[in-house]
């Protein structure tokens, strides 16, 4: 590195001059004290200083200097440039050789640290670029990190980045007080399927470097990747969404084609029969077709209920109603309209009166145990035992409802709450596979949580909640006048 890098060059050259004359001088008092062979080696160091500091030019033209000086002072005869002694002139020819030589392994060392610490400045800044364009998918945002480098390198002006793409924007820093010249340099921003924009730098100082030029096109071109990058991101995310769209929308249509059927044919033959003259008004079969077109119609709204709730889950819309609520009056509720469809399970419930108010939305909480209970009642073995139980757990309610059906691989536990993923065939139980997608979408929405784990006779689900509501704890219970 040259220390004085403010001098200019005319002036490197009388300095070199003026520290040659000074050394002289000094060398000059002490003539008759020194050795011919050590005034030459003395005069090495500041050829070496020189080279080092203003390079290879002043360090040659002072080895010149230096030869004529020393033949002058110090070869007798002094104060001519004749040589009489052949040793005289050895040493002439050797200290010439030896100055000129190391004014230009010096200069050589110097302009080979100078191009090595161009180089490690020139990489740092393309890492600093590439680590802070690196996962950035937003154009805009690419531009604006791609600017402010380009003007922290070329310390212009002004810098202009026009993006000409399918939504084309510019970027200026500094945004204001924009020169009104035309811009002095332009690097297109380019890639293989064309130009994406172009970069414009306003600097009325000095020309750029052939470097300079070259960093500022390696950036234009990191630019260029980065907004290609960005926009095959954009693309790919595109694609993604369309195919998630397109498997879902087959994966309704071939449950809900599946399912709606069978209670709509089941509706329609029961009708069917009634309107007939096969069944007469007293025949005991009545009774039987309209308690089926009953059972089937309450299904048949389980399953559309059951798409709309999916539908306001995945778009956010579906927000608990909450209030205090008594948890064994929703159990109750969700018991007594299930009667019918519990078949020959038992139901064995353990949730106590005591329990503490829940601040939960009161039908959205019954959806939750009606899609857990009818799970349990599809899989579960005819006569098996479903058990619904309830406790406190520090500031949260407990609640695990518990099954004898088949257990679920260890790998499948959280895929079960996937949207359409079954274990199970569809022909085999009956169901679209979003009960208990609505049931984690319901519970994570009063902030708890809901998972299954394999128990030793079967499968149980659990949840929890919090009973703190806004920071709120449970009101205390309404005291009944009668059980007083």
Same mark, same amino acid.
């Given at each position: 590195?040259?220390?004085? /890098? ?8 009388? #300095? ?12 000059? /008092? ?5 050795? *011919? ?35 002058? @002072? ?10 009489? =002694? ?6 002439? !020819?050797?200290? #010439? ?26 990489? *740092?800044?393309?890492? $600093? ?30 810098? $202009?980045?026009?993006? /000409? ?5 510019? @970027?200026?820093?500094? $945004? ?41 096109? /390696? ?41 709606? =059927? *069978? ?63 008594? #948890? ?28 503490? #108010? ?29 058990? !619904? ?10 609640? !695990?409802? =518990? ?18 993923? =079954? ?58 006048? $009668?059980?007083?």
């Amino acid at each position: 590195m040259r220390i004085p /890098t403010f001098i200019s060059r005319p002036s490197q050259y009388l #300095l070199a001059f003026g520290i040659i004359s000074l050394v002289t001088g000094v060398l000059f /008092t002490l003539r008759d004290a020194l050795d *011919t062979t050590l005034v030459a080696l003395l005069y090495l160091l500041p050829l070496g200083l020189i080279t080092a500091f203003w390079g290879l030019g002043p360090g040659i033209t002072s080895a010149l200097v230096t030869f004529l000086t020393f033949n002058y @002072f110090f070869i007798r005869p002094y104060y001519n440039f004749a040589v009489h =002694r052949p040793t005289d002139v050895v040493i002439l !020819v050797i200290f #010439l050789i030896v100055a000129i030589v190391i004014s230009q392994l010096v200069g050589r060392m110097q302009a080979g640290l100078a191009a090595a610490t161009a180089r490690e400045r020139e990489a *740092t800044q393309l890492y $600093e670029l590439s680590t802070a364009l690196a996962g950035l998918h937003d154009g805009k945002t690419i531009a604006q990190i791609l600017a402010k480098q380009v003007q922290d390198v070329s310390q212009g002006e002004a810098v $202009e980045l026009n993006i /000409t793409t399918e939504q084309p924007f510019a @970027f200026r820093l500094p $945004e204001s007080n924009q020169p009104t010249r035309p811009a002095e340099w332009v690097f297109p921003i380019q890639v293989a399927r064309g130009v994406l924009g172009e970069i414009r730098l306003w600097r009325a100082g000095p020309a750029l470097t052939s470097s300079e030029k070259r960093l500022l096109q /390696t950036f234009a071109s990191q630019g260029a990747l980065a907004l290609e990058r960005a926009r095959l991101a954009q693309a790919e995310s595109r694609a993604r969404i369309l195919e998630e769209s397109d498997r879902l929308k087959s994966a309704i249509l071939s449950s809900v084609s599946h399912e709606l =059927r *069978t209670p709509l044919s089941t509706i329609k033959a029961a009708a069917s029969s009634l309107r007939s003259s096969d069944v007469s008004w007293d025949s005991a079969a009545r009774p039987e077709l309209i308690a089926a077109i009953d059972d089937e119609a309450d299904h048949l709204n389980m399953l559309v209920g059951n798409l709309l709730d999916m539908s306001r889950i995945e778009s956010g819309v579906l927000k608990p109603k909450r209030e205090w609520n008594i #948890l064994a009056e929703i159990v109750g509720s969700v018991l007594a309209r299930m009667k019918h469809l519990a078949g020959g399970h038992r139901i064995e419930v353990d949730v106590p009166e005591s329990l503490p #108010l829940v601040p939960v939305d009161y039908v959205q909480m019954e959806q939750v145990f009606t899609n857990l209970l009818s799970n349990s009642v599809k899989y579960a073995p005819e006569k098996s035992t479903i058990q !619904v139980k309830a406790c406190v757990d520090g500031e949260s309610i407990h609640v !695990v409802v =518990r099954n004898q059906g088949p257990q679920v691989p260890q790998e499948h536990l959280e895929r079960i709450f996937d949207k359409f993923f =079954r274990l199970t065939a569809a022909d085999r139980v009956t169901g679209t596979g979003l009960g208990l997608s609505i049931c984690k979408g319901i519970i994570e929405a009063h902030d708890g949580r809901l998972w299954a784990e394999n128990v030793p006779d079967g499968l149980a689900f659990n949840f929890t909640f919090p009973l703190i509501w806004e920071g709120v704890s449970p009101p205390k219970m309404p005291i009944d006048p $009668e059980a007083e």
